[in-house]
């Protein structure tokens, strides 16, 4: 009887390491998997207006950040810093796009994001598109984005606020939180970019 | 005679209010009022400043005459980030307390006109207690805009414990 009851707690207590192992496995293992799959293929129209893809961009280091115009203390604070960042590349500046995707659409045209970029760097891309191909383009970078509806009848955005390297073959390589500094985003650039 | 006495008489009112006044313009200091010009055709903007307040008190409302005006607090939470209207922002006694950039800022929407490096506006700032105090905002170039200034707030805000100081 004794034995029978410590073989049925022993049993127990391997068939509990085996499923927190199990579990533990599949929790690591999909980290690993995602980290590999941000980013990817997209489809959106650049602030002249012209289609463009990921694959137009290949052959450059990628700094991607999501945000919307109207936001006024993240995403301009974000964008400073990935400007003033650049500033401290020295020459591996020329291989470094800065690349900001509304997840607006509907106010922020191709027309809107041109005066808007431009105002942190000659070297700014900015991306909208339709809603199916931004909606494709948050998911693909793991992107949060809702509306919050404010008192005066407008909105705010609810947003992922985060900075993605990419690599030249469009492979991600690391993220930032949008409030690093730009003495410590340009010295990691530097240390990536060979 | 009775003259004399009127001009003592003021001029004794005059200096029992003197400390008085200075005591109220010291009440409550804001300094450092800044925003960044505005980028391309963008009509809200984030205005910043520090607060010493003498005495414990609480900004209820903000107003400028070039825009709305709204107490705004920006809060991560697991990575996303959320601007929110808050209606009182508790200032402690004798504590800087910092709108800063990433924290709690005023948030100026419906700009008639861009803001230009250099401009000048002004933004009355209402207290509970001490009341109204106006303050000239200064429209900072958008790329040399973002000082080291501390974060936004003091320690204990709620839910912003993963937003520590750059290293």
């Given at each position: 009887m004794t034995n029978y009851?410590?073989?049925?707690?022993?049993?127990?207590?391997?068939?509990?390491?085996?499923?927190?192992?199990?579990?533990?496995?599949?929790?690591?293992?999909?980290?690993?998997?995602?980290?590999?799959?941000?980013?990817?293929?997209?489809?959106?129209?650049?602030?002249?207006?012209?289609?463009?893809?990921?694959?137009?961009?290949k052959g450059r280091w990628l700094i991607v950040y999501f945000g919307y115009t109207h936001c006024p203390d993240a995403c301009p604070t974000a964008l400073n810093n990935i400007g003033a960042t650049l500033d401290q590349l020295g020459a591996k500046r020329s291989r470094v796009t800065p690349i900001f995707i509304t997840i607006d659409p509907a106010r922020d045209t191709a027309a809107t994001l041109k005066s808007y970029v431009a105002s942190f760097g000659p070297e700014f891309v900015g991306l909208t598109g339709s809603d199916a191909a931004i909606t494709a383009a948050e998911q693909a970078y793991h992107v949060y984005a809702a509306k919050h509806p404010t008192t005066d009848g407008g909105y705010d955005m609810d947003h992922s606020s985060v900075l993605y390297v990419m690599d030249p073959d469009g492979r991600f390589v690391t993220n930032f939180a949008d409030e690093t500094d730009p003495a410590t985003l340009a010295e990691r650039l530097k240390s990536l970019i060979p | 005679m009775n003259y004399l006495t009127l001009?003592?008489?003021?001029?004794?009112?005059?200096?029992?209010?003197?400390?008085?006044?200075?005591?109220?313009?010291?009440?409550?200091?804001?300094?450092?009022?800044?925003?960044r010009a505005t980028p391309g055709q963008a009509t809200s903007s984030a205005v910043y400043l520090t607060i010493v307040s003498a005495q414990a008190d609480a900004v209820v409302a903000a107003t400028?005459?070039?825009?709305?005006?709204?107490?705004?607090?920006?809060?991560?939470?697991?990575?996303?980030?959320?601007?929110?209207?808050?209606?009182?922002?508790?200032?402690?006694a004798a504590t800087p307390f910092h709108f800063a950039p990433m924290g709690y800022h005023i948030m100026v929407t419906g700009l008639k006109a861009p803001l230009k490096p250099g401009d000048h506006f002004p933004l009355t700032l209402n207290f509970e207690k001490a009341g109204p105090v106006t303050v000239a905002v200064t429209v900072r170039p958008l790329r040399e805009s973002t000082p080291m200034t501390p974060m936004s707030g003091m320690d204990a805000m709620p839910g912003m414990s993963n937003m520590d100081m750059p290293k």
């Open positions: 009851l410590k073989t049925l707690g022993y049993g127990f207590a391997i068939a509990l390491f085996a499923l927190l192992a199990y579990t533990a496995y599949t929790r690591f293992a999909g980290t690993a998997s995602n980290a590999g799959v941000v980013g990817g293929p997209f489809t959106l129209i650049d602030q002249n207006g012209r289609t463009v893809t990921d694959k137009d961009f | 001009s003592r008489r003021l001029a004794l009112i005059g200096l029992c209010l003197l400390p008085t006044a200075g005591w109220a313009a010291d009440a409550v200091q804001v300094s450092d009022a800044w925003t400028t005459p070039i825009a709305a005006a709204s107490l705004h607090l920006h809060q991560m939470l697991n990575g996303i980030g959320q601007m929110r209207a808050v209606e009182r922002v508790a200032i402690t």
